[in-house]
C-alpha cells in the first residue's frame, strides 16, 4: 500500500451537506477518523416566498404634481432625476420634485418600471412614442392640419 497515513487525512464522497463518520481510505488505519459528506435531497423545491414590501404611508398633506418632462444628471455614486412641468410656450419649465437615487437604486427603479409598463401594454396596448425631434418638440409643437384630411364632399 502507499505511505503512512497523515492526521489530517479525509474521505470526501457526494456534494451536499450532511457529514457523518465514513470508512478510512485503504492505506489508513481503521481506527483513524474519517468525514464522509453525503448528499441531502429534498423532495420538494423551496418554494419562492414573495417579496416582503415595508408598508408606506401617504400622508394627506403630500402634494400630487403632474409632471411631463424629466431632466436627468448623474455622477459616480448618483443619479438626480428633476421632474418638471413643461406648459407651451412657457419657459423655464417648472421643478416640481428632484430626486437622488443610487445607481442601484435607479436600476432597480427602471426594472420596476420596465415591468409595470409593460403590464399596462398588455392590458391597454402599446404606447406609441413619437418619431423625430425630441420628445419636448412632439408634445408642444403648434397644431398642425392632419397628414391627409378628409375629402369635402
Same mark, same amino acid.
Not at 488505519?29 to 420538494?44: F, G, K, L, R
Not at 428632484?98 to 426594472?111: C, D, E, Q, W
Not at 418638440?137 to 369635402?152: A, G, I
Given at each position: !500500500?502507499?505511505?503512512?497515513?497523515p492526521t489530517d487525512h479525509l474521505v470526501i464522497r457526494?456534494?451536499?451537506?450532511?457529514?457523518? @463518520?465514513?470508512? &478510512?481510505?485503504?492505506?489508513?488505519?481503521?481506527?483513524?477518523?474519517?468525514?464522509?459528506e453525503s448528499a441531502v435531497m429534498s423532495t420538494q423545491?423551496?418554494?419562492?416566498?414573495? &417579496?416582503?414590501?415595508?408598508?408606506? *404611508?401617504?400622508?394627506?398633506?403630500?402634494? $400630487?404634481? +403632474? $409632471?411631463?418632462? $424629466? @431632466?436627468?444628471?448623474?455622477? /459616480?455614486?448618483?443619479? $438626480?432625476?428633476?421632474?418638471?412641468?413643461?406648459?407651451?410656450?412657457?419657459? /423655464?419649465?417648472?421643478?416640481?420634485?428632484?430626486?437622488? !437615487?443610487?445607481?442601484?437604486?435607479?436600476?432597480?427603479?427602471?426594472?420596476?418600471?420596465?415591468?409595470?409598463?409593460?403590464? +399596462?401594454?398588455?392590458?391597454?396596448?402599446?404606447?406609441?412614442?413619437?418619431?423625430?425631434?425630441?420628445?419636448? *418638440?412632439?408634445?408642444? @409643437?403648434?397644431?398642425? /392640419?392632419?397628414?391627409?384630411?378628409?375629402?369635402?364632399?
Amino acid at each position: !500500500m502507499g505511505g503512512p497515513c497523515p492526521t489530517d487525512h479525509l474521505v470526501i464522497r457526494g456534494t451536499s451537506h450532511s457529514i457523518t @463518520r465514513g470508512q &478510512p481510505a485503504p492505506d489508513c488505519p481503521s481506527d483513524h477518523p474519517v468525514i464522509q459528506e453525503s448528499a441531502v435531497m429534498s423532495t420538494q423545491p423551496p418554494k419562492p416566498q414573495p &417579496p416582503h414590501l415595508p408598508p408606506m *404611508e401617504l400622508p394627506p398633506e403630500l402634494q $400630487v404634481e +403632474y $409632471v411631463n418632462m $424629466v @431632466r436627468i444628471a448623474h455622477s /459616480p455614486s448618483e443619479l $438626480v432625476f428633476d421632474f418638471a412641468h413643461m406648459l407651451p410656450g412657457e419657459t /423655464p419649465a417648472k421643478i416640481q420634485s428632484r430626486i437622488v !437615487m443610487s445607481p442601484l437604486g435607479a436600476k432597480l427603479f427602471f426594472r420596476a418600471l420596465s415591468e409595470n409598463l409593460a403590464k +399596462y401594454e398588455s392590458a391597454f396596448g402599446e404606447i406609441i412614442v413619437p418619431r423625430g425631434g425630441s420628445l419636448a *418638440e412632439q408634445l408642444f @409643437r403648434p397644431p398642425s /392640419p392632419p397628414e391627409n384630411p378628409p375629402e369635402k364632399s
